[in-house]
Structure formats: structure tokens, C-alpha cells
């Protein structure tokens, strides 16, 4: 994952990006349980949208 971003083997726990988002969320979500501007999409990472209809929801991979 980290050789995507950075192009070399990067030696750090693969947490570092969760935690990096959730204090993301907590700056700019109005309700960072509820996501409604980062959103997970399961199998591929993140993506910021601002879909109302994507609010405390799960987003799914492009096909």
C-alpha cells in the first residue's frame, strides 16, 4: 500500500492511514461518525464527495 504512495517499501503500521483520516474526519465531517465528505470505498480506500445521499454510508468500487 505504502509503495503506491511513495514509491519505495515503507516501514510503518498500516493503521497510520486510518488514523490519519479518522483525524481528518474529526476537522472537517460535522459528524466525523458520519462521514459525509471522506467517504470509505470498501476494496479500494477513500474518496472525498460531498453526495448527500453517501452521509454514515459505505461506498462501493468502481467497476
Known amino acids: 500500500m505504502y509503495e503506491n504512495v511513495w ?5 510503518a503500521d498500516p493503521n497510520n492511514l486510518t488514523s490519519f483520516i479518522r483525524k481528518l ?5 460535522p459528524e466525523p461518525d458520519r462521514p459525509r ?3 470509505t470505498v470498501r476494496g479500494v480506500g477513500y474518496k472525498y464527495t460531498e453526495n448527500e445521499e453517501m452521509v454514515g ?3 462501493t ?3
Open 7 to 11: 514509491g519505495y517499501d515503507y516501514p
Open 61 to 63: 468500487p468502481p467497476e
Open 25 to 29: 474526519r474529526k476537522k472537517i465531517e
Open 57 to 59: 454510508k459505505t461506498a
Open 37 to 39: 465528505y471522506i467517504v
